[in-house]
Antibody, heavy 126, light 106 residues
Framework: QVQLQESGPGLVKPSQTLSLTCTVS??????????WSWIRQPAGKGLEWIGR???????NYNPSLKSRVTISVDTSKNQFSLKLSSVTAADTAVYYC??????????????????WGKGTTVTVSS | DIQMTQSPSSLSASVGDRVTITCRAS??????LNWYQQKPGKAPKLLIY???SLQSGVPSRFSGSGSGTDFTLTISSLQPEDFATYYC????????FGPGTKVDIK
């Protein structure tokens, strides 16, 4: 069973770039049935999808964050990463990585996030 | 962007109750709808995908239905471990989550 673990600084200064890495264990990041996603959740609030990447390098981003987000993949390390630039206090949140599984059912292709990391808290403060 | 709404935003229920949570999409998303359960301090857990398919290992008291714009998550007999917040999420286009429904003890 694939497991995910987020890592990175817990404190980032305003205007700087937030950088997080998600390490995939128990399976290969290059498995064809997965995209790899980032999601965040401010304290006491709901979930916000940030974006995802396929191992080919193809990405999809939340339009509201697209200008500041870069997601990349390092297949040699079995990792994918998130960079969020020009952060403000509004970017303070728990950040999760997740596998976005692809499955064929009832003649359609479905996606769902079935494996999640435990989450890492990032605070933006000077 | 596709906007997701959920109702109610919170509810109080007793063990053994039948609980129904509704999710609505701002446009048709066919059956591209997933449901997650989240407990405090924990990552979300997938319950239902493709609107009505039960994720492996999830108790059969959970069920999902709907297509197009209107969807329902039903817990047939609420158990103590089911008190949590539930989110719907569309996978038709750029992913969006509903605002959540908190289920607490009556």
């Amino acid at each position: 069973q694939v497991q995910l673990q987020e890592s990175g600084p817990g404190l980032v200064k305003p205007s700087q770039t937030l950088s997080l890495t998600c390490t995939v264990s128990g399976g290969s990041i290059t498995s064809g049935n997965y995209y790899w996603s980032w999601i965040r959740q401010p304290a006491g609030k709901g979930l916000e999808w940030i974006g995802r990447i396929y191992t080919s390098g193809s990405t999809n981003y939340n339009p509201s964050l697209k200008s500041r987000v870069t997601i990349s993949v390092d297949t040699s390390k079995n990792q994918f990463s998130l960079k969020l630039s020009s952060v403000t206090a509004a970017d303070t949140a728990v950040y999760y990585c997740a596998s976005d599984t692809v499955v064929a059912a009832r003649g359609k292709t479905y996606y769902y996030m079935d494996v999640w990391g435990k989450g890492t808290t990032v605070t933006v403060s000077s | 962007d596709i906007q997701m709404t959920q109702s109610p935003s919170s509810l109080s229920a007793s063990v053994g109750d039948r609980v129904t949570i509704t999710c609505r999409a701002s446009q048709s998303i066919s059956s591209y709808l997933n449901w997650y359960q989240q407990k405090p301090g924990k990552a979300p857990k997938l319950l239902i995908y493709a609107a009505s398919s039960l994720q492996s290992g999830v108790p059969s008291r959970f069920s999902g239905s709907g297509s197009g714009t209107d969807f329902t998550l039903t817990i047939s007999s609420l158990q103590p471990e089911d008190f949590a917040t539930y989110y719907c999420q569309q996978s038709y286009s750029t992913r969006t989550f509903g605002p959540g429904t908190k289920v607490d003890i009556k």
